[in-house]
């Protein structure tokens, strides 16, 4: 008896597990695959005919090319950027330790749940050419004429940033909050100054945390969508746009799979050299 | 033994019923959308093209609950409709040149015009353009023209010329442009100044109109025609291309703007609502459209969203900015349509390389 | 005197950062009150957008849309989430691990890809597609969290149970399932507000019955700046925070408590 209720939980545990396990499967990986494997099929009217390489080389001709190039430089600045910014904020939250630490925490992680459309909206209204930054400028004299913020990169890389910060700030604050201080006070006991203790004991203790954020960053703003959408004015394609083009407005799904496949495959190696760089910077030689 | 391949048998028949149970749901909508439905009506249109209030009306009017959905793009309503069959929706809003690429990928059912009450108020040379000889398919709706929009403040001496030129020749361009955004409006418009006719654009004519594309783009401030009103009335850009929809709606509060017809010649769209095959609420349908086409109706779009109406009486009483009936009708008479016998293909492969360039 | 200067320097960038991050959306809902339909010119206090927003059929169409997506959303995936983890307890915690990378992903791909799937299996578009992406991405999001809650489950507890003579399933009723309350209401949360914020998955996945609110305020946004636009986001701000407070309130309230 015991052993039939023993297969009974197994079984029963098993019979439970499959339906996550088979979503993630039907629903990411089988389309995933599938994607993989229609890029290297024709599709005409409805089905697949001969297996060919002509999507991938068609993905080398120059501009859509180009275009994956740029969403790497502007994945690479925004994490850097955000890198460079989020760095003295979560600093600065692990070392303080007064009860208004984990108020602070949750207000700066509020703008991350709030509404992506809201945020790109909220800088529509500021920066728009009749928007209130040039309206505050020209009332403050500082510009004559107002000034073409929005639609152009700046904007993008702008508002990217504001979006992103809290991707950064979170992983940082964990692993400098778990921080032992009782080193950086034996690094300044045994005198050394602050500078050095920073550059040489924090820096590199935080490098798991940071390098974290920085993929997290980089990988979703690689495929960006929304923000050069709508304030890029539609002059600058980025890899996020491209594919949603060759999807809805060209149909055709093989060469979208393809581009997608091929950008991935850019993407990651942009990862691991970021990683190279990445280790350099934080832990040294 | 046995105990092992029954235990194994046992766990493909569990995954087999979780699968089926997934395909049940996934699959479950076809089921639902055989029941008969309640009485509404699925509209597939863009954003400023019916009137809220004008909807509840109908509603309270009817009983009949009306569902609208907004798509951005022709190209896209295509992608979606072909994937779709247009199964889902009742009522679709599509601009002229897609019609006939709807009509040949067999997803619409003709509009029987005798069920319809105001088909006879429609403006006569509304009538049977050559992307639907004899209105089988379509009822127009709104009508505009392309009109080159340009803020009179930066240009106190008048424009240098009141053609295409203005957009595409970087002697006289301007910095900052508002440009069209779909393909075919952009090539066609280029077509037109490279070409003066947009007659047989050919895989080669259409990478001259690329090039030339390529060329303007630097100076374009944004592709968003939609928001060419915004452009000329915060002044961003001096001049905009678009529909003169777009471009008079602004100038009923800034005195600045002004626009001009170019001389080359320039296009027309009919947008026109469309019925697709698969829908059965044709009673609805037909109620809603007579409907949406009344005087009253269309009175309020019109002064609304500035779009030419439909109607011929309203065209005749209303005061346009494009001008008088009259001369609304010799405009007419000399504008082109967009053509639908270019490569789409190929079209849209151009126009994405201008894009990512 | 360094430090003097990193104790000044640090705070004040802090601070910067703090209204980078705020100041966009505070300005948009504060000028949602402003009387002007156009222009930055402050006119006089309304709520008239507000109204209008209320009365608005269609805003109450696609907001009933979003919500029965993001519903069903966190029902599927809590449900079939707390199933695996409860599955694979003490098991094959390993294959857990498969579930960590759905957020990873960036959405363009899983959405374009989640399409594909549905036009080569002629599976219908609408609100069902809508919450399986949904459901997907949710489980990102729930099995993280109850893994994490899993962990802090005392194994005694469940043995002693069984020991006394409870089956299985009472064990899970009556003891792991009060134990997991806190974890599945804060992953609810979660995947409710993510739900309510995806933007990707419905402009793929949708077809004319199932517009939601992303998708209509993403079709607003792009004809210009609306004072309607304002009211709405100001609410969807306001309504995201509300829940957010929810979910730390809970998570904080719990996470001393081990047993019980």
């Not at chain 1, 491209?242 to 799979?257: D, K, V």
């Not at chain 3, 029902?75 to 960590?100: D, M």
Request: with cysteine; glycine share 4%; net charge neutral.
């Amino acid at each position: 008896m015991n052993n039939f209720k023993k297969l009974f939980y197994e079984d029963g545990a098993f019979f439970i597990s499959i339906p996550a396990l088979l979503w993630q499967l039907l629903f990411l990986i089988l389309p995933i695959s599938i994607m993989f494997i229609a890029s290297f099929l024709i599709y005409k009217s409805g089905t697949f005919t001969k297996f060919t390489f002509e999507h991938y080389k068609s993905v080398f001709d120059l501009p859509h090319f180009y275009v994956i190039f740029r969403s790497v430089i502007l994945a690479f600045f925004n994490s850097t950027l955000c890198l460079i910014f989020a760095y003295p904020v979560a600093y600065y939250l692990s070392i303080r330790t007064t009860r208004y630490k984990n108020l602070s925490l949750f207000f700066l992680t509020l703008p991350f749940w709030i509404n992506f459309l809201v945020h790109i909206y909220s800088w529509f209204f500021i920066l728009d050419y009749a928007g209130l930054l040039n309206s505050l400028l020209i009332k403050l004299g500082i510009i004559k004429t107002p000034v073409h913020f929005i639609n152009t990169v700046g904007s993008i890389m702008l508002v990217m940033l504001h979006g992103y910060l809290p991707f950064m700030i979170l992983p940082l604050y964990t692993v400098l909050e778990k921080l032992d201080k009782k080193l950086i006070e034996a690094s300044l006991d045994l005198g050394a100054t602050r500078t050095y203790t920073f550059f040489r004991i924090v820096l590199p203790l935080s490098y798991t945390g940071a390098s974290a954020g920085f993929f997290l960053v980089f990988v979703l703003s690689f495929g960006e969508f929304l923000i050069p959408a709508l304030l890029g004015g539609g002059k600058t394609l980025f890899v996020g746009t491209l594919i949603s083009e060759y999807f809805l407005m060209l149909g055709s799904l093989p060469q979208g799979a393809a581009f997608t496949f091929v950008s991935a495959l850019i993407l990651i190696l942009s990862l691991l050299f970021c990683r190279l760089l990445l280790k350099y910077f934080f832990r040294g030689r | 033994m046995i105990r092992i391949y029954s235990k194994f048998f046992i766990r493909i028949l569990m995954v087999l019923f979780w699968i089926l149970i997934i395909i049940f749901y996934v699959y479950s909508p076809i089921v639902t959308n055989l029941l008969p439905s309640k009485k509404t009506l699925n509209v597939y249109c863009w954003v400023d093209v019916i009137d809220e209030n004008s909807i509840r009306e109908f509603e309270k009017e009817t009983g009949i609950d009306v569902n609208l959905s907004f798509y951005e793009h022709n190209f896209e309503l295509l992608s979606k409709l072909e994937i779709t069959q247009g199964k889902d929706y009742d009522l679709i809003f599509v601009t002229d040149f897609v019609i006939p690429l709807l009509i040949k990928a067999n997803l619409l059912q003709p509009i029987d015009s005798s069920k319809l009450d105001f088909w006879n108020d429609i403006e006569p040379s509304l009538f049977n353009k050559e992307f639907d000889p004899g209105n089988k398919y379509s009822a127009p709706y709104q009508w505009d023209i392309y009109v080159v929009g340009y803020n009179k403040k930066l240009y106190p001496n008048g424009v240098p010329a009141k053609d295409w030129s203005l957009i595409f020749d970087r002697n006289i361009m301007p910095k900052h442009i508002g440009m069209l955004e779909e393909s075919n409006e952009a090539f066609m418009v280029g077509a037109q100044y490279l070409f003066k006719n947009t007659n047989d654009i050919t895989e080669e004519k259409l990478e001259k109109i690329k090039d030339l594309l390529i060329a303007q783009k630097p100076n374009v401030e944004s592709y968003v025609d939609l928001r060419a009103s915004d452009l000329l009335s915060s002044g961003a850009a001096p001049v905009a291309v678009g529909q003169s929809a777009y471009i008079t709606r602004p100038m009923k509060f800034s005195k600045n703007i002004s626009f001009y017809v170019p001389s080359e010649g320039s296009f027309a769209v009919f947008d026109s609502f469309v019925i697709p095959k698969y829908s059965d609420k044709l009673e609805l349908i037909y109620k809603f459209l007579d409907f949406v086409n009344r005087k009253s109706s269309v009175k309020k779009i019109t002064e609304r969203y500035f779009y030419l109406p439909n109607r011929k009486d309203l065209l005749m009483e209303g005061k346009f900015e494009l001008g008088s009936y009259q001369e609304i009708q010799d405009l007419l008479k000399k504008v082109s349509i967009f053509s639908t016998n270019i490569p789409i293909k190929k079209l849209n492969e151009c126009w994405m390389e201008v894009k990512s360039y | 005197m360094f430090g003097k200067i990193k104790n000044i320097f640090l705070p004040s960038m802090v601070f910067f950062i703090y209204a980078f991050l705020y100041l966009p959306i505070l300005i948009m809902a504060i000028f949602s009150f402003n009387k002007a339909s156009i222009g930055f010119k402050w006119i006089g206090f309304t709520t008239e957008w507000y109204q209008k927003l209320f009365y608005s059929d269609e805003i109450w169409y696609v907001f009933k849309n979003s919500l029965i997506v993001a519903l069903s959303a966190v029902f599927l995936s809590v449900t079939i989430g707390v199933a695996l983890v409860w599955g694979l307890y003490r098991k094959n915690t390993k294959l857990l691990s498969l579930f960590y990378s759905n957020i990873m992903i960036p959405e363009i791909v899983s959405s374009v890809s989640l399409l594909s799937l549905f036009i080569l299996f002629s599976i219908p578009l609408g609100l069902n597609a809508l919450v399986i992406g949904h459901t997907l991405l949710g489980l990102g999001f729930v099995i993280p969290i109850l893994n994490v809650r899993f962990q802090e489950l005392n194994y005694n507890l469940i043995e002693a149970s069984l020991d006394l003579g409870a089956n299985i399933w009472t064990t899970f009723f009556k003891v792991v399932l009060p134990f997991l309350v806190p974890a599945i209401v804060s992953a609810s949360l979660l995947v409710f507000i993510v739900s309510l914020d995806d933007f990707l998955i419905a402009f793929f996945c949708s077809d004319s019955t199932s517009q939601t609110l992303s998708l209509y305020i993403y079709s607003t946004i792009r004809a210009g700046v609306s004072p309607l636009v304002n009211a709405l986001s100001t609410l969807m701000l306001v309504g995201s925070s509300v829940l957010v407070l929810l979910f730390i309130y809970i998570s904080l309230k719990f996470i001393p408590e081990n047993n019980d």
